[in-house]
T-cell receptor, first 113, second 115 residues
Framework: SQQGEEDPQALSIQEGENATMNCSYKTSINNLQWYRQNSGRGLVHLILIRSNEREKHSGRLRVTLDTSKKSSSLLITASRAADTASYFCATDASMDSSYKLIFGSGTRLLVRP | KAGVTQTPRYLIKTRGQQVTLSCSPISGHRSVSWYQQTPGQGLQFLFEYFSETQRNKGNFPGRFSGRQFSNSRSEMNVSTLELGDSALYLC??????????????FGPGTRLTVL
């Protein structure tokens, strides 16, 4: 099963509104990342937050991390039509001495002009 | 710097055939990872190569294999294709020590359709 699960699965908002997406994960992590994917294309890295950080900002993005609840949220302020995309959280994981990033199922964001 | 490039962008194959996908990482990046993305299973990690060696591996059958060349370019091969192999295959590279769990820079992907 996937490490990260996003909530909601889909979100539709008006341009200018804020969008909040949540990610929950199961095991302890060293870092959590958020990526954006425009329809059927490659992923773009947005932000990385380490396990000892609680909040991080990048432009209109704000990410919070609560390791006690094993959850993270991504807030996009003053959304634009160009923010329409799928957003994924990714956590680091290890199994049998092998490391990898595990991606959540994603939140599809639609920003209506 | 040029981004991660993948070739071909689109591919159509039939069941039983094999396919090779290519990925060129960002210049200077030594870690290259491959992911499979499908509507049903989402994004899944296939494997990672670093300095021509497979360093990390996901849970895919042996039909999925890869290699990395001395210039860090990587290829992924899928033998005996099945319908379920239809997917977007994404390649990613990372710098800063090149850990597979560091920030990943993704290519545009190769859309593989198996008929």
């Amino acid at each position: 099963s996937q490490q990260g699960e996003e909530d909601p699965q889909a979100l539709s908002i008006q341009e200018g509104e804020n969008a909040t997406m949540n990610c929950s994960y199961k095991t302890s992590i060293n870092n959590l990342q958020w990526y954006r994917q425009n329809s059927g294309r490659g992923l773009v890295h947005l932000i990385l937050i380490r396990s000892n950080e609680r909040e991080k900002h990048s432009g209109r993005l704000r990410v919070t991390l609560d390791t006690s609840k094993k959850s993270s949220s991504l807030l996009i302020t003053a959304s634009r039509a160009a923010d329409t995309a799928s957003y994924f959280c990714a956590t680091d994981a290890s199994m049998d001495s092998s490391y990898k990033l595990i991606f959540g199922s994603g939140t599809r964001l639609l920003v209506r002009p | 710097k040029a981004g991660v490039t993948q070739t071909p962008r689109y591919l159509i194959k039939t069941r039983g055939q094999q396919v090779t996908l290519s990925c060129s990482p960002i210049s200077g990046h030594r870690s290259v990872s491959w992911y499979q993305q499908t509507p049903g299973q989402g994004l899944q990690f296939l494997f990672e190569y670093f300095s021509e060696t497979q360093r990390n591996k996901g849970n895919f059958p042996g039909r999925f294999s890869g290699r990395q060349f001395s210039n860090s370019r990587s290829e992924m091969n899928v033998s005996t294709l099945e319908l379920g192999d239809s997917a977007l295959y994404l390649c990613a590279s990372s710098d800063r020590g090149g850990k597979v769990t560091d920030t990943q820079y993704f290519g545009p992907g190769t859309r593989l359709t198996v008929l």
